[in-house]
């Protein structure tokens, strides 16, 4: 263990606040960027998000099967009641 004490000593002494306070001011902006730059990379690969599907479809381009209407699949004891008036 003799060696790893004085390998760390010479980089970073735990005992001075200051030198541990630099090494996180550059660390972890360091991190950071790895991170973003990995993520927009990503981003740039697969895209966003896929496109919304054409009205009436489906996401795999299948024709939507008919539903029920705007009244019948609401929740809301009111609904299409403005039909009625």
Do not use: Y
């Amino acid at each position: 263990m003799k060696w790893a004490k004085g390998c760390l000593s010479k980089v970073l002494n735990l005992m001075n606040m200051d030198n541990v306070v630099g090494w996180h001011v550059v660390m972890l902006p360091l991190i950071v960027a790895i991170f973003l730059g990995l993520h927009l990379m990503w981003v740039r690969r697969h895209g966003i998000v896929p496109p919304l599907p054409a009205e009436g479809t489906g996401f795999e381009g299948e024709p939507e099967a008919a539903g029920p209407g705007k009244h019948e699949a609401s929740s809301s004891p009111h609904a299409g009641m403005e039909e009625q008036r």
